[in-house]
């Protein structure tokens, strides 16, 4: 059974930074192209970053340099680090297989104040 469950969502000022986690279960994210997505209220979901099985990341534009994605193949674990964040960073933040589907988990909530 697949699990990705998500963690470290919370509120933050803007500046601040999160990091968010993915922990996953019955399968190993070593060997898959794994990725987060956003969805804020009203808008459709968007890829945030994404990490090849070969370590190889890419980032939206607007999260290139603020962003980083990277993984812990002992903890079978993805990570995003989020600095300089931004009111318009708010999102429920969802971690993913990337595969010929997308496979999403149940999403953190992000919520950065003025």
């Known amino acids: 059974q697949v699990q990705l469950v998500e963690s470290g969502g919370g509120l933050v000022q803007a500046g601040g930074s999160l990091r968010l986690s993915c922990a996953a279960s019955?399968?190993?994210?070593?060997?898959?192209?794994m990725g987060w997505g956003r969805q804020a209220p009203g808008k459709e979901r968007e890829l945030v970053a994404t990490?090849?099985?070969?370590?190889?990341?890419n980032y939206a534009d607007s999260m290139e340099g603020r962003f980083t994605i990277s993984r812990d193949n002992a903890k079978n674990t993805v990570y995003l680090q989020m600095n300089s964040l931004k009111p318009e960073d708010t999102a429920v933040y969802y971690c993913?297989?990337?595969?010929?589907?997308?496979?999403w988990g149940q999403g953190t909530q992000v919520t950065v104040s003025s």
């Open positions: 990490i090849t099985n070969g370590g190889i990341t």
């Open positions: 993913a297989i990337v595969a010929s589907r997308y496979y």
């Open positions: 019955g399968m190993r994210v070593a060997m898959n192209v």
